[in-house]
């Protein structure tokens, strides 16, 4: 739960914008919850990153929830740790991790297409736009782009 | 597989047990039911509601309590939700109880909220509990003074807006 009071301020920002955001510290805990929950309930949530020196940095985590078709890969980095390559990393481990342990076949990425960072993030993990696939319950093509993560052949 | 690392215990009708995937369903019609869930918390998308699931089940591996599901001995159906609740940005932990819809009228939530307290009281030694009620849910208000709680202040609620809390007897009063 040490992870609550960053991400309470990162969630109370407009940096936000593109993570669901910006919520109020009680709707902020719920999701944190049941992101913990999570981890019973389907074997698989997020993860929150740190510094090999402990310090917060992101969340960066493998998500199914009710609304979306299918599992998503999603990251999370505090905007003080930006443009360090940390998402990549985390994103990489966490995807391995997906194929590799849970031994999901694909894994999708919803990328709202005005966050040029994240855009850029799943060019850089090898997504590929993938048109044909339906969105998360009640998201439009103008806010959600879906990217499509293959496992290495 | 359990989901969490809720007690399990047994009333004269009733099981009280950790939630399990298997009571999803019940809680999103529930949920869904404006006019049984209204005081507890009207959810209409069904990706809300099993957000919500998800994060009671989260609640149990923060705080080590949250909402068990109650089991009907007879049809092995949930019959509802009866717990503690303490997510951010309540006044302090309280005892809440829902009961679905064809289980109403029979003594549920009392008979699931007695044995509730009792483990509260006597296994995570609380010397105190609340129940946050709306003013105008007046059959849970109904409830919390069979259960001897009394009045004790208004105030804001984060998620419910205008509530009252309403003390329960101490441990030791109800000896």
């Known amino acids: 739960m040490s992870d609550f009071a960053p991400l309470g301020e990162l969630f109370a920002s407009e940096r936000s914008i593109y993570i669901g955001g910006p919520i109020d510290r009680q709707k902020l805990w719920y999701w944190v919850a049941g992101e913990v929950g999570s981890w019973s309930l389907q074997g698989f949530s997020s993860w929150g ?61 919803y990328i709202d297409p005005k966050n040029a960072c994240s855009v850029a993030l799943g060019q850089r ?28 052949a | 597989m359990s989901l969490t690392n809720a007690p399990h215990f047994e009333t004269e ?25 209204e005081g507890f918390g009207y959810i209409p998308q069904r990706d809300e509601a099993w957000r919500w699931f998800a994060l009671n089940i989260g609640h149990w591996h923060i705080h080590g ?35 679905y819809e064809g289980f ?45 709680a009394t009045f004790e202040r208004e105030y804001e609620n984060v998620q419910m807006g205008l509530d009252h809390l309403y003390r329960h007897p101490a441990p030791e009063a109800l000896l």
């Open chain 2, 104 to 148: 109403e009228g029979k003594g549920v939530a009392y008979e699931a909220a007695i044995a509730v307290r009792a483990w509260v009281y006597a296994e995570l030694n609380f010397t105190t509990l609340t129940s946050n009620i709306v003013p105008a849910n007046t059959r849970s208000i109904a409830l919390a003074e069979r259960l001897g």
């Open chain 2, 65 to 99: 309590y949250g909402y068990l599901t109650i089991e009907d001995k007879e049809t092995g159906n949930p019959a509802g939700i009866c717990g503690i609740w303490n997510p951010e940005g309540w006044p302090e932990p309280e005892i809440g109880w829902v009961v």
């Open chain 2, 13 to 37: 009708r009733l099981i009280l047990r950790g939630p399990e995937m298997r009571d999803v369903e019940a809680f999103i019609v529930f949920s869904a039911d404006k006019t049984r869930s």
């Open chain 1, 49 to 109: 990153i740190e510094t090999h020196d402990g310090a917060f940095v992101g969340q960066v985590g493998v998500n199914k929830p009710n609304h979306f078709p299918e599992v998503e890969l999603g990251y999370l980095i505090m905007p003080e740790f930006g443009g360090q390559g940390i998402a990549f990393e985390a994103a990489e481990a966490a995807r391995a991790w997906a194929f590799e342990t849970l031994k999901i076949e694909t894994l999708v990425s």
């Open chain 1, 125 to 152: 993990l090898g997504c590929v736009i993938d048109p044909d696939r339906s969105l998360p319950d009640g998201e439009t093509t103008d806010e959600t782009v879906v990217y499509r993560h293959r496992r290495a």
